[in-house]
C-alpha cells in the first residue's frame, strides 16, 4: 500500500523529469540556433539571419518558464540535500543554456553585415569552432540528462580542444588583415563571431561544472588546460599593425 510520502517522493521525482527534459530541450535549441548561425553565415542570407536572431525569444521564454518551475518546486517540496542540489543545478544551467543562446544569435547578427561586403577565405574556419562548440553542448546535455559525473568531467577537461582551435583561428585572422587592409573590417566581424562561439564552449564547461557538483556534492576544483592564448603578449604584439 502506497503511503503519503511514497506519493511526494514519486511527484517529486516526475517533476525533476519533467524539468531535466525542459532544460534539455532548451539546450538543444540553443544548439540548432548556433547551427543556423553558420548557415546563414555560409548562405550570406540576411533575411534569414534576422529569423535566427528573432528565434532567441523563444530560448529566453523557456528559461523563464524554468525558472517558474524551480520556485515552483522549492516552495511545494522543500527538497534537502542531493534534491536541492538538483534543482539548484536546473537553474543554473538553464542560466548558462540562454547565455548559449545569446551568444549564437549574436553570431547571426555579426552575419548581416558581413554579408553586404565582399567575401572574405577566412569564413570557412568558423564552422570548424562552431561543430566543436555544439559537440561540447550536445555532449553536456547528455551527461546532465543521465546525471553522468564522469562525462561532465571530460566535456569540462576537453574544452582545451576548441580554446586551441579559437586561438589558431584568431592567428589566422589577424594575419588576413595584415596583409591587406581591406580584410579588417570582414575580419573583425569574424573575430567577434569566434569569440562568442569561445565563450559558448566556456558556458558548456560551467554546466559541467554544474553536473559534476549535482551528482557528486563536491565542487569541480581541479585546474584545467587553457588554449585560449590570444591575450598573451604574445599574440598582441602579432597584431600590431607593421610601421
Keep these: 500500500m502506497s503511503t503519503g510520502t511514497d506519493h511526494i517522493i514519486k511527484s517529486y521525482d516526475s517533476e525533476l523529469t519533467r524539468l531535466t527534459g525542459e532544460i534539455v530541450r532548451m ?16 548562405r550570406r542570407d540576411e533575411r534569414a539571419a534576422q529569423r535566427v536572431v528573432g528565434n532567441d525569444d523563444a530560448i529566453d521564454q523557456l528559461e523563464q518558464e524554468i525558472g517558474h518551475d524551480v520556485v515552483r518546486l522549492l516552495a511545494l517540496r522543500a527538497p534537502m540535500a542531493g534534491d536541492l542540489r538538483n534543482v539548484y543545478a536546473a537553474l543554473r544551467i538553464a542560466s548558462d543554456i540562454e547565455r548559449i543562446g545569446d551568444y549564437a544569435a549574436n553570431v547571426a547578427k555579426r552575419s548581416i553585415p558581413l554579408s553586404m561586403v565582399a567575401p572574405v577565405a577566412p569564413v570557412g574556419g568558423l564552422r570548424h569552432l562552431a561543430e566543436l562548440a555544439a559537440d561540447e ?21 576537453n574544452d582545451v580542444v576548441l580554446d586551441e582551435a579559437y586561438t ?17 573590417t570582414p575580419c573583425t566581424h569574424l573575430l567577434f563571431m ?10 558548456a564547461t560551467n554546466i559541467a561544472e554544474n553536473v ?3 551528482v557528486t556534492g563536491e565542487q569541480l576544483n581541479k585546474q584545467r588546460s587553457k588554449g585560449d592564448f ?14
Excluded at 590570444?230 to 610601421?243: I, V
Design 27 to 42: 539546450g538543444e535549441l540553443s544548439v540548432s540556433q548556433l547551427e543556423a548561425a553558420i548557415d546563414v553565415l555560409e
Design 137 to 157: 553542448v550536445r555532449d553536456v546535455l547528455l551527461a546532465y540528462r543521465d546525471r553522468d559525473a564522469d562525462a561532465a568531467y571530460l566535456v569540462w577537461k
Design 168 to 184: 589558431g583561428y584568431f592567428r589566422q585572422l589577424l594575419t588576413y588583415m595584415m596583409e591587406d587592409p581591406r580584410n579588417i
Design 194 to 203: 569566434a569569440k562568442n562561439i569561445e565563450r559558448i564552449g566556456d558556458h
Design 212 to 214: 559534476w557538483f549535482q
Design 230 to 243: 590570444t591575450s598573451s603578449p604574445e599574440m598582441t604584439k602579432l597584431g600590431d599593425k607593421p610601421e
